[in-house]
């Protein structure tokens, strides 16, 4: 998944989504909300991504904990 890109659905999946979503939740809402989300989810996982590459700490998947090298440590 490194080289992963998040791209917008296709007509017939937007149609489809938002069509259940409205569906499920009783709702009128339309693709341009989805999209408002998707483009903010889009810009904060660029900045997750250049923060994770430039400061040298990761985060386990698994249990979500944060790892930082010593070097780090002692230079903070």
């Excluded at 791209?7 to 489809?16: D, L, V």
């Excluded at 069509?19 to 339309?30: D, L, Y």
């Excluded at 909300?33 to 990761?58: A, H, Q, V």
């Amino acid at each position: 998944m490194n080289n992963y890109t998040l791209k917008h659905p296709t007509t017939i999946g937007i149609e489809y989504m938002v069509k259940k979503f409205n569906q499920a939740f009783n709702m009128n809402i339309t693709y341009g909300f989805f999209k408002n989300k998707l483009d903010e989810f889009k810009k904060y996982f660029k900045r997750w991504k250049t923060l994770m590459n430039s400061t040298g700490i990761s985060v386990d998947s698994d249990t979500s904990m944060i790892y930082a090298s010593d070097t780090w440590w002692k230079e903070k």
